[in-house]
């Protein structure tokens, strides 16, 4: 129904940042691309800005987490191009460790409280982000929850496990 | 606790004082937290604290299998679970690539339709309260509690309904549903007609509300709002209309949108939305009425549970019946975003599957966390008794703002 296709926007994209983007696929008809830090900000920008696309719709920022990656912490953005109706899916993996990335908040006010909610459960540190707190745990919480590393219940709980459902 | 939002005058000059607003004012209706910076009446800047209520459903559902997230959602928006039960379904749905029959899809749309309704009863009634008019609320109040009966004859429970199934709906709809849905038809709109007439041009109110905390369009689309509030400003981004779920394409309705987007233009735009949901129902239940009235769910036997007398003698009923609810069901590797139009706006939900018994990672847009953002920015230089009744109006649910 829309009236630009995932490949128009590929190209647009490709022209400009080249081989700096991994396109992931197109899951449920939603194009994914993967991109560095580095750009991040230009390419978010560049779809905003775009006088074809107009990506100008910041619909969520959260992140993931993939322990057992060698780049765990994905910040993930969904950006809607409310005249052409068409959704985008923007991922940037990171290593343990350096978990950062700048801000979007320079391209949307309504960035702020989406980063300080993924900061909030995954520690991702946006830089340049103008207040950077936690938003829904409490201030002098040292963990960042929704890591996978931190179990929902008692760890040494056992009638839970897998292996009882003969995975 | 160095974060912790306090304004520190030292200057024995000033005149400002520190106001807390909540974090269980009577007139928030919610718990939430504000931390006004106050010149006499007026707001000089303020902080807000949310996260009262977090109950962290996005990593509970990380263990859970899949229908048993359903009564989380309804912990989301209390005021209308069915559309974000609807809203949780359909992403699992897409996701198994399930496709309903058009008779579930119309059952659907009557269930959110009574839901957007309830919420903005509750909104609008709630609004008049804030203003001084009580008088209008307990009008509407009333068909509040109508749409909790029908709600009781589908799913039994009334306010945190769990309805509905992944597939359709755990039961068919009886006759005391339609009777009720039609009675409410009849009823409401009266009633709606004698609450627009006490409130679109009465001088107070109008006085109370007309100009107060208008919002641009582009700086509502640059804080990422949705929902009426957004309409209300003049931009028709309807999810319904724009990218129509559960057969919203085969109804004829509006998107009602505002111009100037304050508090006055808010409260036309949900009561033109209840007219607009009546004559959804109502074309939904012509629709219902051509189709195959014992269809209630789809024909998917692997996640969708069997009838419990099935279940004891049918072997086969038996196996789905074990395998669905100790999650040995197979359930694709993939991400979908998927998105319903919840009664502040766009409710998203992100799921990301390794075909595991449980969600990978489920994030929920919610859309009371998004439009609430802007609440303090925009109280700066309002007065007091303002800012109340524009957070009236954003209709900020404290159960989705902090999931």
Known sequence: MSAITNETILNAINAKFGDTIIVEGEPYGLLTIETGREQVIDLLGFLKGHAVLKFGFLTDITAIHYPEREKPVGVIYHLHSLQNNVRIRVKVFMADGDVHIPSATVLWDGANWMERETYDFFGVDFTGHPDL??????????????????PLEDPNRVDKKDYFFGR | MENHPVFIDNDPQSELSTLNLGPTHPATHGVFQNVLQMDGERIVSGVSTIGYIHRAFEKIAEHRPFYQITPLTDRLNYCSSPINNMGWHMTVEKLLNIQLPKRVDYLRIVVMELARIADHIVCNGVLGVDTGAFTGFLYMMEFREAIYEIYEEI???????????????????NDIFFRKVNKFLVDFPVALKEFENLFNRNRIFIDRTKGVAPVDPDVALGYSWTGPILRATGVDYDVRAMNPYSSYQDLDFEVPVGTRGDVYDRFLVRNEEMKQSMRMIDQCLKLIAKEDSTIFHADVPAYYLPPKEEVYNNMEALIYHFKIVMGEVDTPVGEVYHSVEGANGELGFYLVNDGGRSPYRLH????????YQMYAPMSRGMLLSDAIINMSSLNIIAGELDA
Not at chain 1, 136 to 150: I, Q
Not at chain 2, 164 to 173: A, C, H, S, T, Y
């Open chain 1, 133 to 150: 707190r936690r938003i829904l745990n409490v201030d002098d919480m040292t963990v960042f929850p929704m890591r996978r590393e931190y």
């Open chain 2, 364 to 371: 929920f847009r919610r859309p009371s966390f998004i439009n």
């Open chain 2, 155 to 173: 799913c039994g429970s009334r306010l945190t309904t769990n309805v509905g199934r992944i597939g359709g709906f755990e039961r068919n709809f």
